[in-house]
């Protein structure tokens, strides 16, 4: 039953940016913990827009990780986070 060991594609280790070391830490991350101390990132800083619960407002940490934008969606999130995973 090897099948049953295999890593998916959300579980797999892959090698962070320094710009998202920066966030989630150093060493090898998984897309979706990656995923989720971005967000717990998010919340702790309080990064939502109050008014549209779907925006994320870049800080100075997030802002390289964001492409330069002030603010994403957390759909774009997702498609700015796979560039800074290897």
Request: aromatic letters at 4%; glycine letters at 4%.
């Amino acid at each position: 039953m090897a099948d049953a060991k295999k890593i998916s594609g959300l579980q797999k280790p892959l090698t962070p940016s320094p710009e998202l070391v920066a966030v989630v830490g150093s060493g090898q991350i998984a897309r979706s913990d990656a995923v989720k101390k971005l967000w717990d990132y998010i919340k702790a800083h309080n990064l939502q827009n109050p008014e549209n619960k779907r925006e994320i407002i870049a800080d100075a940490k997030l802002k390289p990780l964001f492409s330069g934008k002030d603010k994403v969606t957390m759909f774009e999130m997702n498609s700015h986070l796979a560039k800074h995973l290897k």
